[in-house]
């Protein structure tokens, strides 16, 4: 079994910043892919970002600019940062990973994002 547990979430202030981090564990032979989605209230869930085993960050189009991915590659953890937060970046952040070879996935639980004045 993997284990993914994702931390950061809570209250954050408009404008200010986040930074969630991602922690993957259990038994894999190695990371293939992780990746940061969001699902905001009343919406489907949506890619922000992936990193692949070795490369740089990948974002969704209408992402990019907007969010920093980086990995901790010793550690198996990703991170996720966004700056100057607007209430669109409201919701629920999950983590996923893909490992062995891109053969199995799973998914964090969620930590959610709510966004205050």
């Known amino acids: 079994q993997v284990q993914l547990v994702e931390s950061g979430g809570g209250l954050v202030r408009l404008g200010g910043s986040l930074r969630l981090s991602c922690e993957v564990s259990?038994?894999?032979?190695?990371?293939?892919?992780m990746d940061w989605h969001r699902q905001a209230p009343g919406k489907q869930r949506e890619l922000i970002g992936y990193?692949?085993?070795?490369?740089?960050?990948i974002f969704a189009p209408s992402m990019k600019g907007r969010f920093t991915v980086s990995k901790d590659s010793a550690k198996n953890i990703l991170y996720l940062q966004r700056d100057s937060l607007q209430p669109e970046d409201t919701g629920v952040y999950y983590c996923?990973?893909?490992?062995?070879?891109?053969?199995?996935?799973?998914w964090g639980q969620g930590t959610q994002v709510t966004l205050s004045s």
């Open positions: 996923k990973v893909v490992t062995d070879r891109f053969t199995r996935v799973f």
């Open positions: 990193v692949l085993s070795g490369g740089p960050a």
């Open positions: 259990g038994d894999f032979s190695e990371i293939s892919r």
